[in-house]
């Protein structure tokens, strides 16, 4: 697949992701959310087991790609969601969107690290300007720093995922991550239905009383960012790598702030506007979006008319 086509994929996820954020801040208001995280993330891996019996892509993962799936199952899903949802809780969406557009350099640093991956020059740049704008919009606001203990659970959360993507990365020379994805949804959301037992029991009665927009925005929820949203940007990882695909992670805290403040009613200020126009550089340039248009720009002004 050609890197423009992976990059529209993977412009599409973030759209999803960042909708998910107040999509997941509006369900936590009827059921609790560790209980209906378990259930929507169980709903996702049932989806994703069929898409890819269709395909017919799905076989049984040898003793060793077990190991790579268990650690992303805890890392990826279990963490990941319970923090989320833990966060969420206790913060705003658009804070939550925006703690979890550290990402990209989260995961720039991990992949240095793990995989003795390091960025370009260019890449640096972009993940400091993206960085940068998470950081104007979401710590820097007229009294000062405002995080809360909600803030700290949502960075403990995008900190489980990225480590995860080191382990995607690892089992996709051998394990499509589409599957993998499959089966790390389906054992960590066996973990989260036993914690959210444990944390918040009779969490499972209350579905019986939320109202039909609950469950309208539960399944786009668990079927479109989870499922499709998940599986996508497992393969995206796959095909251009860990780092190259983190960058577009600037864009979740972009549509989830844009989406927070339309249906939640959530304000933007002036520091959120400028952490908008630093991230979306950053991702230009971090991508290599930038450098493409250059170099075709540079090869059109250089080719001599006919």
């Known amino acids: 697949m050609s890197r423009v086509k992976i990059y529209w994929m993977l412009v599409g996820v973030m759209f999803t992701w960042g909708a998910n954020v107040p999509m997941l801040k509006f369900i936590g208001t009827y059921v609790p959310p560790v209980t209906v995280t378990g259930i929507r993330i169980l709903m996702a891996s049932l989806t994703v087991f069929l898409i890819l019996k269709v395909l017919n892509i799905l076989r049984k993962p040898t003793k060793r790609e077990w190991k790579y799936i268990l650690v992303g199952a805890f890392s990826n899903v279990l963490l990941h969601h319970l923090f989320l949802n833990l966060g969420l809780a206790e913060t705003s969406a658009t804070s939550g969107g925006l703690i979890l557009g550290t990402g990209p350099i989260l995961t720039a640093i991990a992949a240095a690290i793990f995989l003795k991956y390091f960025p370009s020059r260019l890449q640096w740049l972009g993940l400091l300007l993206g960085i940068s704008g998470v950081t104007i919009a979401v710590l820097v606001g007229s009294t000062g720093f405002d995080t809360n203990i909600g803030d700290f659970y949502i960075f403990i959360s995008i900190l489980s995922q990225v480590l995860s993507y080191m382990v995607v990365v690892k089992a996709a020379r051998t394990l499509d991550p589409r599957v993998m994805t499959a089966y790390m949804m389906g054992v960590g959301s066996i973990g989260l239905i036993v914690t959210s037992l ?46 190259q695909s983190a960058i577009f992670m600037n864009l979740n805290p972009l549509f989830a702030m844009i989406l927070s403040s339309l249906f939640l009613g959530e304000i933007l200020t002036l520091r959120h506007f400028v952490g908008f126009f630093l991230i979306v550089a ?15 720009h540079k090869a059109r002004s250089t080719t001599p008319s006919s």
């Open 282 to 296: 950053g991702v230009m340039l971090g991508s290599g979006a930038a450098e493409d248009l250059y170099k075709k």
């Open 198 to 243: 444990i944390l918040e029991p009779g969490g499972m009665v209350e579905f019986l009383d939320a109202p039909p927009i609950f469950w309208v925005v539960f399944l786009a929820s668990g079927l479109i960012s989870t499922a499709l949203g998940h599986m996508i940007y497992n393969y995206a990882i796959g095909q251009a790598g860990a780092t």
